[in-house]
Nanobody, 121 residues
Framework: QVRLVESGGGSVQSGGSLRLSCTAS????????MGWFRQVPRKEREEVAT???????SYAGSVKGRFTISKDNAKNTLYLQMNSMKAEDTTMYYC???????????????WGRGTQVTVSS
């Protein structure tokens, strides 16, 4: 089973920046849709951003204009650049992937274990 591994989490002050990375355990792992999710305790998991294989991206309203999702196909690595960070961005961030297109309702079936992001005010 392919594993996704996140990195880049940490602590930052409000207004600061972090960049998360996500790589697959197998070099030849290819999917049509990858995304970043976050889970705040006692709240529903939020889809932060998605990246379609053709380059189409989507963002949650709460991060639009501050976060940027991108993918380096040569490195098979997904990124999430987070700028102008706020205290409410504090939580675990997870990388996920699925072979279907992002617009399809099939769930993401490949997940990482998450990386903690903490923003102090």
């Amino acid at each position: 089973q392919v594993r996704l591994v996140e990195s880049g989490g940490g602590s930052v002050q409000s207004g600061g920046s972090l960049r998360l990375s996500c790589t697959a355990s197998e070099d030849n792992f290819r999917t049509n849709c990858m995304g970043w999710f976050r889970q705040v305790p006692r709240k529903e998991r939020e889809e932060v951003a998605t990246f379609e294989s053709g380059g189409t991206t989507s963002y949650a309203g709460s991060v639009k204009g501050r976060f940027t999702i991108s993918k380096d196909n040569a490195k098979n690595t997904l990124y999430l650049q987070m700028n102008s960070m706020k205290a409410e961005d504090t939580t675990m961030y997870y990388c996920a992937a699925k072979r279907e297109a992002c617009a399809f309702q099939e769930p993401f079936n490949y997940w990482g274990r998450g990386t903690q992001v903490t923003v102090s005010s």
